[in-house]
DNA sequence: CAGTGAGCGAGCTTCCGCTTGACTT
């Protein structure tokens, strides 16, 4: 047995660390947390001193006896966990579940996995910080009080399941509040002035006036004044100018940069990476530091050198300007720069590998030199000059390899300009007045919300993609595309003397996978905003980050920061509870035209709805769910009416009505018990489906379910052998069970089936 | 929850941050 246990949080990086020390060290790892509060209830003592009641997690338990028979045995455990808020309370947490007495533990750290980083942290080990620690169980349990206080309220007061939190709700806050900024803008109109130029030897050069007109009045105007002016060259000014690589790849950076110029989701980017971390070919891809170690550096110059040549490398140290970042890790790096190609199968992976690759090695190359031209032409009757401006590269350096994308469109620049001096004559081919509108803030993506949310400081790289995906499942927000409208707009042109206007159309505002609210985001929101303005306020992670800092500094009792915060928070949970109305956007449409009762749009138990008549009348109230694509603030009278067309009775099959509706999962038609999807492409709709149509889809699912059928038993008909998307299974009652691998599909009796379903473990409850 | 939305009332839902496989019909 070793007399050395190592313990890390990642079981990547304690393969590679094992290497790296002598075999009197094992390492292993923590998969993270080893303690947390339980999910059942909210488990904090908040009568004494906050105290968290702390729990071994189910799926934790066999690895923490496994680390504690280990350490039992060892002389010493060195507890090497991440350098920051959290990696410190993994190392007192471990600490505390494995009963390790204080002088058989050293503390010891690393900021990148280099051997010479790990030999010099041996050497150098300090103790668990108790201060560090407290600083994230503050953070930990203020995230809990306000979770767990502010959802139930939620339940309460707008719908059931929906959650709450210091982070997702803020997160939420800024998609909804996008959307309110874009409801309420209008676009303004200005002509903008394009002319295109010749000179006596066919020399041609396209310039824009220096100025826009809001009115289309003094548009013409000057168009009608370039009929007979002259033109010519009146200045040409170059000046040398220069660009910079951007920093090497965070979570976040990548995230954005994977988004822009692969196409990949937020979720996407991290899997693909954890691939490339776990094969070992990248370092670790949850980081918040743009730095690079040392040998990094070195490697990349080498490359950069022997590829392209000693002048374009430059060594750059780049330093962090993210709020709160702990810089526990590297950037993300290949973890051998001469690895310019990743050998891996999957394109997807191997793109965004090359995508680091590129901007590892950029990040350490030189400026690109660059020349910038401004060139202007004038006309003798016109006070305004035509502008046209040129760039020229010079030196390429850094683009030689990469270019940061954007994420809106910049102004365009010419390149080269042709060679004209000034008081040259010009000729106007063309010139044209072009009527453009300004365009609303544009919405969110899914990597543009997380590259907002660092600058606010709220989420950890661990959680930009969880956060994510959870707001899009409690339904806040929703990932969408728009296919654009068409605008109008007036084109003005000079030509051979004379002015000519037109009108033309052009498809605008079309997005491509944006992030909108839901109505329950919106009604949730300005719920939250109206009760909580302390907690939804933008500076709120901000200000409670500071005291975590001074927390952690030994100037600050960690319980009593907690009690200055809870008690007048807990006044707001309880104040709210009580007094405020339901939440449930209510929208009054209108009256039916056939029963005269009102037609209301709001928020139900299962979401948005439209509901005609009162709850207090005698009759009923009749109610239908929004489509997909309508929200409460938008719904018209008539729409609303329309919903009431479905559920349809086609007629009868065997007794039994046919319907034809729409349901959770799309519209389908019901023939006696089974349900058949009426497919997008099919043509067909719930409002127009006849019986025919309806009983043909009948009779071709039941062909394909045949299909999928290996067996069928005598014994009990809610019992098959099937086949499905992951191979065969077996289908009893509603369970569905794996076969046990050695054993064949086809050749399962009912004996064998019953046998299976037997040891099969109890499913386990669906996340929904 | 493929049909719901009042009422009866119990029992359930929920946070953020650190890590991977297990699992999916």
Known sequence: MQKNLVIVESPAKAKTIEGYLGKDFIVKSSFGHVRDLPSKDISIDIENDFKPKYVVPKDKKKLVDELRKIADKAETI????????????????????????????????????????????????????????????????????????????LWRKVKPSLSAGRVQSVAVRIIAEREQEIRSFTPKASFRVIGYFVNNEGKKIKAELDRKFDKWELADELLKKTVDSKFDVSSVESKPAKKSPVAPFTTSTLQQEAS????????????????????????????????????????????????????YAKRRKYTTKSKGAQEAHEAIRPVDLSEKDVNIDDGRTARLYDLIWKRTIASQMADAQLERTTLKISGNNIERVFVAKGEVIKFDGFLHVYLEGKDDAEEENEGRLPDLKVGDAMNADEINAIERFSHHP?????????????????????????????????????????????????????????????????????????LFPTDIGVVVNDFLVEHFK?????????DVEKQFDEIAEGEKVWFKMLNEFYKPFHADVENTMENSEKATGQRNLGIDPKTQKPILARIGRYGPMIQIGESTDEEKPKFASLREGQTIQDITLEEAIKLFDLPRVLGTFEDKDVIAAIGR???????????????????????????EQAMELYRNKLE?????????????????????????????????????????????????????????PEPKRKKK
């Open 78 to 153: 060195w507890l090497a966990t991440d350098e920051d808020r959290e990696g410190e309370a993994i190392s007192w947490h471990l600490m505390e579940a494995l009963e390790l007495s204080e002088d058989k533990v050293k503390r010891i750290v690393f900021h990148e996995i280099t051997k010479t980083a790990i030999l010099k942290a041996i050497e150098t080990p300090r103790k668990v910080d108790i201060n560090l620690v407290n600083a994230q169980q503050a953070r930990r349990v203020l995230d809990r009080l306000v979770g767990y206080e502010m959802s139930p309220i």
């Open 260 to 311: 822009r110029k692969l196409g990949y989701s937020v979720a996407q980017t991290m899997t693909l990476a954890q691939k490339l971390y776990e094969s070992g070919k990248i370092t670790y891809m949850r980081t918040d530091s743009v730095n690079l170690s040392d040998l990094a550096m070195n490697e990349a110059e080498n490359v950069i050198t022997k590829s392209y040549g000693a002048e």
């Open 442 to 514: 544009p919405r969110y993506t899914e990597a543009s919300l997380v590259k907002k949310m660092e600058e606010l400081g709220i989420g950890r790289p661990s959680t930009y993609a969880p956060t994510i995906s959870t707001i899009q499942k409690r339904g806040y927000i929703e990932k969408k595309s728009t296919e654009g409208r068409k605008q109008k707009y007036r084109f003005g042109s000079m030509k051979d003397h004379s002015t000519s206007w037109i009108d033309k159309e052009e498809n605008t505002g079309a997005e491509k996978n944006k």
């Open 534 to 542: 302390r907690i939804l306020d933008y500076n709120f992670t901000a």
């Open 665 to 691: 999962f799309g519209p389908y038609v019901k023939v006696k018990s089974t349900f058949v999807s009426i497919k997008k492409d099919s043509e067909l709709t719930p409002e127009e489906i006849t019986l």
């Open 704 to 760: 394909e379910d045949k299909k999928k059928l290996i067996s069928e038993f005598e014994e009990d008909a809610t019992l098959k052998v099937l086949n499905g998307r992951y191979g065969p299974f077996i289908k009893f009652g509603k369970k569905n069970i794996r076969i046990p691998k050695g054993q064949e599909a086809e050749k399962l009796t009912y004996e064998d089936c019953v046998k299976i379903i037997k040891a099969a």
